[in-house]
Structure formats: structure tokens, C-alpha cells
């Protein structure tokens, strides 16, 4: 990370890097993330209301491309995560466009939310999201326990911290 700030021996920040710098300070394994507050039709009104032993928090969007590939996968995982691991996935997206949104989401049997305000949503700027899909694993306590990059990954750590 530190080779992508520096440019002709001189560090770099600006409006791209700074995103990344934070979400490697603010939002380290270990740290307690913020509590996120959904929008209306949810069955829980903040994260902090989600049951479980951990919570999956995947910020994706129907526009990207990696998401369109990961949430089947999430999807697939799904049950698996809530009765093996005590695991519920929630689904932040970055959408602004509600029908869009709607058709994204139409099968995805976990929590989804979406303000429809895109990277200027709250929950996206708490987290410090910068990329699609960003991962976070956390516990009851909202604490940031895992970042896994991918859905694979994600049920890797689960298997290995549940064991």
C-alpha cells in the first residue's frame, strides 16, 4: 500500500488514497465498527439488532461486476452460515437506483439494505468503503474480527474460528 502512495520519492494523498488509509486505520481487525442503521422494509432497524455469533457485511452493488459473482456464492452459503456458524450476511448496497436494487436482490435469502444514496450513503462512509465488494466479519459486539476478500474466504474463516 505504502509503494502505491509514493510517486517520484514524494507521499501522495488525495481524494482516492485517503479512503484506503482510513478504512486500513479506522477499520482494523480488532477495532469496533459503527453501527449501521438500515432503511424501512428491513426486519432490523440498526446492525446491532442482527442476532448471531457474527455478522457478514458485504457492501456490493448491482453494477459491479465482482458482486455479480460473489452474491450467488453468498447465497449458496447462506443457510450454511446461519446453522453451522450462527452467521447472518447482510447485504449494504451502494445502489441509487431502486429498481435496479430490487432485481439484485430479488433472491438473496439474508438481510439487504440500501439508502439509494450510493457512496455518499452513511453506512458506506462509516465503513470507509472505497471498493465493491468490501467484506467484514464481525462479532456480537461489532468488532471487527475479519476482511475477507471473497465469499470463499469468508467461509474459510468461518470453518477454521468455528472449530
Known amino acids: 500500500m505504502a509503494l502505491s502512495l509514493l510517486d517520484d520519492n514524494k507521499c ?23 453501527d449501521m442503521v438500515f432503511n424501512s422494509g428491513v426486519k432490523y ?11 457478514v457485511v458485504v457492501f456490493g452493488a448491482s453494477w459491479c461486476e465482482a458482486c455479480k459473482n460473489e452474491m450467488p456464492q453468498f447465497k449458496d ?11 447472518e450476511i447482510v447485504f449494504v448496497s451502494i445502489d441509487t ?11 438473496l435469502p439474508f438481510i439487504n ?3 439509494y444514496k ?3 450513503s452513511p453506512n ?8 465493491t465488494p468490501s467484506i467484514f466479519v464481525l ?15 469468508t467461509a474459510k474463516w468461518l470453518y477454521e474460528n468455528m472449530q
Not at 12 to 34: H, S
Open 139 to 153: 462479532d456480537t459486539e461489532n468488532k471487527i474480527v475479519a476482511k475477507p476478500l471473497n465469499a470463499i474466504a
Open 97 to 107: 437506483d431502486k429498481e435496479k436494487y430490487d432485481v439484485f436482490i430479488k433472491d
Open 124 to 131: 458506506v462512509r462509516n465503513y470507509y468503503v472505497f471498493s
Open 12 to 34: 501522495i494523498i488525495n481524494d482516492k488514497t485517503l479512503p484506503i488509509l482510513e478504512q486500513y486505520k479506522k477499520m482494523a481487525i480488532g477495532n469496533k465498527a459503527a
Open 118 to 120: 450510493g457512496w455518499g
Open 77 to 87: 452459503y447462506a443457510e450454511l452460515f446461519k446453522t453451522k456458524y450462527d452467521a
Open 45 to 55: 432497524t440498526k446492525l446491532s439488532e442482527v442476532p448471531g455469533k457474527y455478522k
Open 113 to 115: 439494505s440500501c439508502d
